[in-house]
Protein backbone atom coordinates (compact mmCIF):
# COMPACT_ATOMS: atom_id res chain seq x y z
CA UNK A 1 0.00 0.00 0.00
CA UNK A 2 1.52 3.11 -0.63
CA UNK A 3 0.18 7.05 0.23
CA UNK A 4 1.02 10.47 -0.29
CA UNK A 5 0.19 13.47 0.67
CA UNK A 6 -2.97 15.14 -1.55
CA UNK A 7 -1.94 17.30 -4.34
CA UNK A 8 2.09 16.23 -4.16
CA UNK A 9 1.76 14.71 -7.45
CA UNK A 10 4.96 13.84 -9.42
CA UNK A 11 5.94 13.01 -13.18
CA UNK A 12 8.59 11.50 -14.70
CA UNK A 13 9.85 11.20 -17.91
CA UNK A 14 9.87 7.54 -19.88
CA UNK A 15 13.06 7.34 -21.95
CA UNK A 16 12.63 3.74 -22.74
CA UNK A 17 10.04 3.50 -25.35
CA UNK A 18 8.71 6.72 -26.91
CA UNK A 19 10.18 9.89 -26.08
CA UNK A 20 8.17 12.03 -24.15
CA UNK A 21 5.96 9.86 -22.59
CA UNK A 22 4.98 10.01 -18.71
CA UNK A 23 3.74 8.23 -15.98
CA UNK A 24 2.29 9.13 -13.11
CA UNK A 25 5.44 8.09 -10.33
CA UNK A 26 3.73 9.09 -6.92
CA UNK A 27 -0.13 7.96 -7.52
CA UNK A 28 -1.67 6.86 -4.45
CA UNK A 29 -4.14 4.80 -2.73
CA UNK A 30 -6.29 5.56 -0.29
CA UNK A 31 -9.33 3.80 1.56
CA UNK A 32 -12.77 4.49 2.57
CA UNK A 33 -14.70 3.10 5.56
CA UNK A 34 -18.49 4.15 6.47
CA UNK A 35 -18.17 2.29 9.48
CA UNK A 36 -14.53 2.55 11.01
CA UNK A 37 -13.29 5.30 8.87
CA UNK A 38 -12.55 9.31 10.18
CA UNK A 39 -12.28 12.21 8.00
CA UNK A 40 -9.35 13.43 9.80
CA UNK A 41 -7.19 10.19 8.92
CA UNK A 42 -4.25 10.25 6.10
CA UNK A 43 -6.76 7.71 4.35
CA UNK A 44 -4.80 4.57 4.34
CA UNK A 45 -5.85 0.84 5.02
CA UNK A 46 -5.71 1.24 8.67
CA UNK A 47 -6.63 4.68 9.17
CA UNK A 48 -9.21 5.09 6.17
CA UNK A 49 -11.42 7.90 5.46
CA UNK A 50 -15.16 8.39 6.95
CA UNK A 51 -16.80 10.06 3.64
CA UNK A 52 -16.54 9.65 -0.03
CA UNK A 53 -17.18 12.83 -0.39
CA UNK A 54 -13.67 13.53 1.58
CA UNK A 55 -11.98 11.44 -1.16
CA UNK A 56 -13.77 12.80 -4.25
CA UNK A 57 -12.68 16.20 -3.14
CA UNK A 58 -8.73 14.79 -2.78
CA UNK A 59 -7.55 12.82 -5.11
CA UNK A 60 -5.37 13.65 -8.41
CA UNK A 61 -5.09 12.17 -11.07
CA UNK A 62 -3.70 8.53 -11.13
CA UNK A 63 -5.20 7.71 -7.52
CA UNK A 64 -7.42 5.27 -6.66
CA UNK A 65 -9.57 4.99 -3.84
CA UNK A 66 -11.11 1.54 -2.49
CA UNK A 67 -14.01 2.24 -0.99
CA UNK A 68 -15.46 -0.33 1.62
CA UNK A 69 -18.39 -1.85 2.86
CA UNK A 70 -21.67 0.79 3.99
CA UNK A 71 -24.06 3.72 2.60
CA UNK A 72 -23.11 7.08 0.85
CA UNK A 73 -24.48 10.08 0.59
CA UNK A 74 -23.68 13.17 -0.84
CA UNK A 75 -25.71 15.47 1.13
CA UNK A 76 -25.14 18.64 -1.79
CA UNK A 77 -26.12 16.15 -4.53
CA UNK A 78 -28.05 18.06 -7.37
CA UNK A 79 -29.51 16.06 -10.94
CA UNK A 80 -26.01 17.14 -11.87
CA UNK A 81 -23.41 16.69 -9.72
CA UNK A 82 -22.74 14.21 -6.56
CA UNK A 83 -19.24 13.03 -5.57
CA UNK A 84 -18.25 15.40 -8.51
CA UNK A 85 -14.46 14.69 -7.60
CA UNK A 86 -12.10 17.92 -7.51
CA UNK A 87 -9.96 16.84 -9.83
CA UNK A 88 -10.14 15.36 -13.06
CA UNK A 89 -7.90 12.32 -14.22
CA UNK A 90 -5.24 12.08 -17.63
CA UNK A 91 -5.36 9.43 -20.08
CA UNK A 92 -2.46 7.70 -18.59
CA UNK A 93 -3.09 8.35 -15.13
CA UNK A 94 -7.15 7.79 -14.58
CA UNK A 95 -8.44 8.53 -11.11
CA UNK A 96 -10.56 5.06 -9.97
CA UNK A 97 -13.03 4.71 -7.47
CA UNK A 98 -13.37 1.07 -6.69
CA UNK A 99 -15.98 -0.88 -4.27
CA UNK A 100 -14.07 -3.39 -2.05
CA UNK A 101 -16.11 -6.02 -2.11
CA UNK A 102 -17.58 -5.28 -5.22
CA UNK A 103 -21.06 -4.00 -4.36
CA UNK A 104 -21.21 -3.81 -0.81
CA UNK A 105 -20.06 0.37 -0.88
CA UNK A 106 -23.90 1.68 -1.73
CA UNK A 107 -24.21 5.08 -3.14
CA UNK A 108 -27.36 6.62 -1.80
CA UNK A 109 -29.38 9.62 -3.78
CA UNK A 110 -30.75 11.92 -0.78
CA UNK A 111 -33.80 12.55 -2.66
CA UNK A 112 -35.70 10.79 -5.33
CA UNK A 113 -35.47 14.11 -7.42
CA UNK A 114 -31.00 14.14 -7.38
CA UNK A 115 -28.10 11.40 -8.17
CA UNK A 116 -26.63 8.97 -6.45
CA UNK A 117 -23.29 9.90 -8.19
CA UNK A 118 -22.40 12.33 -10.93
CA UNK A 119 -19.02 13.84 -12.27
CA UNK A 120 -19.69 16.92 -14.47
CA UNK A 121 -17.00 18.61 -16.52
CA UNK A 122 -14.45 15.81 -16.00
CA UNK A 123 -12.24 13.53 -17.59
CA UNK A 124 -10.74 9.84 -17.03
CA UNK A 125 -12.76 8.98 -13.95
CA UNK A 126 -13.37 5.38 -13.18
CA UNK A 127 -16.66 4.13 -10.84
CA UNK A 128 -16.29 0.25 -10.39
CA UNK A 129 -18.70 -2.12 -8.60
CA UNK A 130 -20.91 0.49 -6.46
CA UNK A 131 -24.59 -0.46 -5.75
CA UNK A 132 -26.36 2.64 -6.07
CA UNK A 133 -29.87 3.50 -4.68
CA UNK A 134 -30.65 6.42 -7.42
CA UNK A 135 -29.35 7.61 -10.69
CA UNK A 136 -25.88 7.58 -12.00
CA UNK A 137 -24.69 9.96 -14.56
CA UNK A 138 -21.96 11.75 -16.57
CA UNK A 139 -22.38 15.38 -18.12
CA UNK A 140 -20.18 17.90 -19.94
CA UNK A 141 -17.24 15.26 -19.32
CA UNK A 142 -15.22 12.68 -21.18
CA UNK A 143 -13.71 9.44 -20.83
CA UNK A 144 -15.53 8.66 -17.72
CA UNK A 145 -16.01 4.35 -17.11
CA UNK A 146 -19.37 3.40 -15.22
CA UNK A 147 -18.66 -0.37 -15.19
CA UNK A 148 -19.64 -3.52 -12.38
CA UNK A 149 -22.34 -1.18 -11.30
CA UNK A 150 -25.97 -2.07 -9.87
CA UNK A 151 -28.78 0.41 -10.25
CA UNK A 152 -31.69 0.99 -8.43
CA UNK A 153 -34.34 3.12 -8.24
CA UNK A 154 -32.83 5.66 -10.74
CA UNK A 155 -33.19 9.73 -10.17
CA UNK A 156 -35.94 11.90 -11.65
CA UNK A 157 -34.76 15.59 -12.64
CA UNK A 158 -35.59 17.96 -10.03
CA UNK A 159 -39.57 18.32 -10.41
CA UNK A 160 -39.62 16.87 -13.37
CA UNK A 161 -40.91 13.46 -13.42
CA UNK A 162 -41.20 13.11 -17.04
CA UNK A 163 -36.82 12.45 -17.00
CA UNK A 164 -36.61 9.68 -15.09
CA UNK A 165 -33.14 7.66 -15.45
CA UNK A 166 -31.10 4.88 -13.80
CA UNK A 167 -27.69 6.16 -15.81
CA UNK A 168 -27.44 9.31 -17.89
CA UNK A 169 -24.81 9.71 -20.38
CA UNK A 170 -25.31 13.67 -21.24
CA UNK A 171 -23.02 15.67 -22.96
CA UNK A 172 -19.91 13.46 -23.18
CA UNK A 173 -17.70 11.81 -25.29
CA UNK A 174 -15.50 8.88 -25.69
CA UNK A 175 -17.06 7.37 -22.33
CA UNK A 176 -17.85 3.70 -21.49
CA UNK A 177 -21.06 2.12 -19.42
CA UNK A 178 -20.14 -1.48 -19.65
CA UNK A 179 -21.40 -3.95 -17.37
CA UNK A 180 -24.31 -2.88 -15.37
CA UNK A 181 -27.75 -3.92 -13.96
CA UNK A 182 -30.26 -1.63 -14.11
CA UNK A 183 -33.65 -2.34 -12.25
CA UNK A 184 -36.55 -2.17 -10.26
CA UNK A 185 -37.15 1.50 -11.26
CA UNK A 186 -39.50 3.89 -9.50
CA UNK A 187 -42.69 4.89 -11.04
CA UNK A 188 -42.73 8.39 -11.82
CA UNK A 189 -45.92 8.26 -13.17
CA UNK A 190 -44.25 8.93 -17.11
CA UNK A 191 -43.91 5.10 -18.46
CA UNK A 192 -43.51 6.78 -22.32
CA UNK A 193 -41.29 9.64 -23.42
CA UNK A 194 -37.90 9.76 -21.83
CA UNK A 195 -37.77 7.47 -19.49
CA UNK A 196 -34.88 5.01 -19.37
CA UNK A 197 -33.23 2.71 -17.95
CA UNK A 198 -29.92 3.84 -19.40
CA UNK A 199 -30.37 7.39 -21.21
CA UNK A 200 -27.78 8.62 -23.93
CA UNK A 201 -27.96 12.04 -25.33
CA UNK A 202 -28.09 15.70 -24.98
CA UNK A 203 -24.92 16.29 -27.74
CA UNK A 204 -23.17 12.63 -26.44
CA UNK A 205 -21.07 11.19 -28.94
CA UNK A 206 -18.46 8.12 -29.54
CA UNK A 207 -19.82 6.59 -26.44
CA UNK A 208 -19.55 2.50 -25.45
CA UNK A 209 -22.85 0.81 -24.15
CA UNK A 210 -21.99 -2.50 -23.82
CA UNK A 211 -22.97 -5.59 -21.78
CA UNK A 212 -25.63 -3.90 -19.47
CA UNK A 213 -28.68 -5.47 -18.18
CA UNK A 214 -31.74 -3.23 -18.26
CA UNK A 215 -34.85 -4.46 -16.24
CA UNK A 216 -37.36 -1.94 -17.19
CA UNK A 217 -40.06 -3.28 -14.49
CA UNK A 218 -42.78 -4.10 -16.32
CA UNK A 219 -43.52 -0.88 -18.11
CA UNK A 220 -42.68 1.18 -15.09
CA UNK A 221 -40.12 2.87 -17.35
Same mark, same amino acid.
Given at each position: ?14 ? &? /? %? ?17 ? /? *?? =? *?? /? ?21 ? !???? #??? @?? @? ?18 ? %? ?26 ? =? ?10 ? !? ?9 ? %?????? %??? =? ?16 ? @? ?10 ? +? ?5 ? +????? #?? !?? #? ?9 ? *???? &??? #???
Amino acid at each position: MHTRTPQLLMTVLLM &A /G %IMGSTVVADAATYYVSAGS /G *ND =S *NP /GSQTQPWQTLKKASLTVVAGDTV !MVGP #GRY @TD @TTATTERAFNPTNSGTASAP %ITFQADPPLAAILVAPSTAVAAWSVDYK =SYIVLDGFKSEG !MLGMRHSNHIT %IQNCEV %IYG =SIQGTDTSLNWGIIVAGT @TDSIVRNNYVHD +MRNSGNT +MHNTA #GI !MV #GFTAHRNVIEY *NDVD &AGG #GTV
